[in-house]
């Protein structure tokens, strides 16, 4: 025996001693047997950590797929976030108007201009006093009014609060928030500004905006329509602040659980690499080792079996036969003693009754049926008892 096979056996050893469940895989039962015949005691398979965490023998990858999925499932489920009971009489409908004309910053304003302006202003004052006293008001008139002294002076932050505060009135939010932007961009300091605006962005349902303007606003200049507003914003916002604070709770506890699931996913692959490493080695040292007919009993099995006979480049051939099958009791013992003329074949034998579902896999209408397979693929097929053609077939792919 070459260097590299008695390094593989030693390997071996070293596997039975750290678990001996392994002398009990039916692919070591020939093994297990010689030892028996040597008079060696072998411990009785137990159920062992691996078994409980569902990896065995058979096919090691398949379990810690499951484990892998029953890990991640929990990944996906979204946190919904539930709504939220706010107070929303004073809220409008969104104006869509084009937006209102807007002075140019460039012009150079004389004294005569900014007295026109100024003029104007104050007729636009006077149409929202007689309107109010009159019990209606003229909306129209003191836009213009207030949009021909904006054209006059274009530098002044008070007209376009001012006629910011006219659009408040009309229930036209955006068009204030418009007007209040840009006479916040002439003077940042500007109490008027931050109030109308405030009140605008109430009107439109954004709580915490307009809390934070007319929170600014009422440090500048506070009145009382300012208090008024955030009696109403206030309760919004802390709604708001609290939804939040709980929501961002569960994400982070949700990202905690997740890492956590990482890490037990990370550890779990980390451990099936040597399972599945040991499982392979006992699967290649018993083919190797083999001389007689392996038995099939699952589909698990032949797929360890399959994957070890191609991963040493070897031709397997699976037999399909019956207990009661007459063809099958005469080919049977022709099929056994090629296992032991042709020591680099891997001879597998199914019985139909015993493995249903090997059978069913593989559509098995009739017995006895042998496939051959190599590097992983069906190469040829023989249904009958012709011992001849059996063996040339074996001898043809074998040599390949």
């Known amino acids: 025996m070459d260097s590299s096979k008695v390094s593989d056996l030693k390997h071996f050893v070293h596997l039975c001693k750290s678990n001996p469940s392994l002398l009990h895989h039916p692919s070591l039962a020939f093994f297990k047997s010689y030892l028996d015949s040597l008079g060696a005691e072998i411990p009785p398979t137990t ?45 409008v409908e969104p104006d869509n108007d084009p937006p209102q004309k807007m002075g140019d910053p460039s012009v150079e304003v004389t004294e005569e201009m ?63 928030v418009r007007d209040a932007n840009e006479a916040l961009q002439i003077n940042p300091d500007s109490a008027k500004g931050y109030k109308v605006r405030g009140m605008a962005r109430a009107m439109l349902g954004q709580w915490e905006d ?53 890490k037990q996913k990370r550890q779990a692959e980390a451990e099936s690499k040597p399972k599945a490493c040991s499982c392979l080695m006992v699967c290649l040292l018993a083919i190797d080792m083999q001389r007689d007919v392996m038995g099939i009993h699952s589909i698990s099995e032949l797929e360890t079996k399959m994957n070890a006979a191609t991963r040493t480049s070897r031709l397997a051939i699976l037999y399909f036969t019956a207990t009661w099958c007459g063809p099958c009791r005469f080919i049977s013992p022709v099929y056994t003693s090629f296992a032991s003329k042709y020591p680099k074949v891997v001879f597998l034998k199914v019985d139909i ?26 190469v040829d097929t023989l249904v009958g008892t012709d011992k001849s053609a059996l063996e040339k077939k074996i001898a043809q792919h074998a040599g390949q």
Not at 133 to 152: G, N, R, V, W
Request: proline share 3%; aromatic share 6%.
């Open 47 to 91: 159920e062992s950590k691996e078994d409980k965490s569902g990896v065995d023998m058979s096919d090691p990858g398949e379990h810690f797929d499951a484990k892998k999925s029953n890990l991640t499932s929990e990944d996906d489920d979204e946190i919904v976030e539930s709504d939220i009971e706010l107070d929303n009489t004073d809220i």
């Open 114 to 176: 900014r007295d026109a302006a100024n003029a104007a202003k104050l007729k636009a004052m006077d149409s929202i006093s007689e309107g109010m006293a009159l019990s209606y008001c003229k909306p129209d008139e003191a836009i213009d009014q207030l949009t021909e002294a904006i054209m006059l002076n274009p530098t002044s932050a008070i007209l376009y609060a001012a006629r910011a505060g006219v659009f408040v009135k009309l229930n036209k939010p955006n068009a204030a």
């Open 353 to 378: 009754d015993e493995a249903r579902d090997v059978a069913a896999k593989w559509n098995i209408s009739s017995v006895p049926t042998f496939f051959f397979i190599k590097n992983g693929k069906e």
């Open 210 to 262: 307009a809390a934070n303007d007319l929170h600014v606003a009422s440090k500048l200049d506070y009145d009382e329509e300012i208090g008024s507003v955030l009696k109403k914003v206030e309760p919004n916002v802390r709604k708001l602040q609290e939804h939040r604070r709980k929501y961002e709770k569960l994400r982070k506890e949700k990202d905690l659980k997740k890492a956590g699931r990482e």
